[in-house]
T-cell receptor, first 111, second 115 residues
Framework: SQQGEEDPQALSIQEGENATMNCSYKTSINNLQWYRQNSGRGLVHLILIRSNEREKHSGRLRVTLDTSKKSSSLLITASRAADTASYFCATDRNNNNDMRFGAGTRLTVKP | DAGVIQSPRHEVTEMGQEVTLRCKPISGHNSLFWYRQTMMRGLELLIYFNNNVPIDDSGMPEDRFSAKMPNASFSTLKIQPSEPRDSAVYFC?????????????FGSGTQLSVL
C-alpha cells in the first residue's frame, strides 16, 4: 500500500515561476524524502528531511515538514524547462525502514 | 561506484514463462528494495531486505513472485509463471540503513513485457 499521497497530480507552469507540490502521509515517520523521475528513468534523490526538522533547503529546493498534519511540501523556485519530471515523496514508518512512495506529481515547465 | 546495476534492461517474454530480474546494489549498502511501477498502481514496494534478510514481503502480489538475496552484492526477483498483468517497470534500490534510511539509490529498471 502507498504511504504518501502527492497533490496536485499534474502541474504546468512557465519557466521562471515557482512550483509547489504537496505530500500527505498516514503514519509516524523517521524521515521524508523527495525524489525526481525523468520519463523512463530511475528515481533520483533530491532531499531528505528528518521528522524533527521543519524546513530544509538545497539550491532551488525548499522542503517543509509538518508532522502534526502529516504533510510536506516541495517548492522549486525559478523553475527551468529541465525541471520537467515527476516528483515523488517517500516515507519510512517509525521503527521500520520500508520506504513507500506516493503517486507523484507530474510537473511540466514550459519554456 | 557504478551505482545500482539491474539486468536485463528490457525483457519480453510469453505468458507462462519464468522471468528472473537481477540487481547488484551499491557496495556497502545494507538495505535493498524491489519496486514495481505501473501507470495504474504507481510505485509499489514489493519486498525489502536488511543485511540480506527479507524483512517485509507483504507487497509481493502473489506466490508467483519470489525474491532472494544470497549475499550482500546480489539479489534476484523471479516471476514464475509470468502473466500479462505483470508487465511493468521493476526497480531495484539500495541504501545505507542504521536507525533510519539514508537516501535510496535506484537502478535504471527492467522494463518487462509479458505477451
Amino acid at each position: 500500500s502507498q504511504q504518501g499521497e502527492e497533490d496536485p497530480q499534474a502541474l504546468s507552469i512557465q519557466e521562471g515561476e515557482n512550483a509547489t507540490m504537496n505530500c500527505s502521509y498516514k503514519t509516524s515517520i523517521n524521515n521524508l524524502q523527495w525524489y525526481r523521475q525523468n520519463s523512463g528513468r530511475g528515481l533520483v534523490h533530491l532531499i531528505l528531511i528528518r521528522s524533527n526538522e521543519r524546513e530544509k533547503h538545497s539550491g532551488r529546493l525548499r522542503v517543509t515538514l509538518d508532522t502534526s498534519k502529516k504533510s510536506s511540501s516541495l517548492l522549486i523556485t525559478a523553475s527551468r524547462a529541465a525541471d520537467t519530471a515527476s516528483y515523488f515523496c517517500a516515507t519510512d514508518r517509525n521503527n521500520n525502514n520500508d520506504m513507500r512512495f506516493g503517486a507523484g506529481t507530474r510537473l511540466t515547465v514550459k519554456p | 561506484d557504478a551505482g545500482v546495476i539491474q539486468s536485463p534492461r528490457h525483457e519480453v517474454t510469453e505468458m507462462g514463462q519464468e522471468v528472473t530480474l537481477r540487481c547488484k546494489p551499491i557496495s556497502g549498502h545494507n538495505s535493498l528494495f524491489w519496486y514495481r511501477q505501473t501507470m495504474m498502481r504507481g510505485l509499489e514496494l514489493l519486498i525489502y531486505f536488511n543485511n540480506n534478510v527479507p524483512i517485509d514481503d507483504s507487497g509481493m502480489p502473489e506466490d508467483r513472485f519470489s525474491a532472494k538475496m544470497p549475499n550482500a552484492s546480489f539479489s534476484t526477483l523471479k516471476i514464475q509463471p509470468s502473466e500479462p498483468r505483470d508487465s511493468a517497470v521493476y526497480f531495484c534500490a539500495s541504501s545505507s540503513w542504521t536507525d533510519y534510511n539514508e537516501k535510496l539509490f535506484f537502478g535504471s529498471g527492467t522494463q518487462l513485457s509479458v505477451l
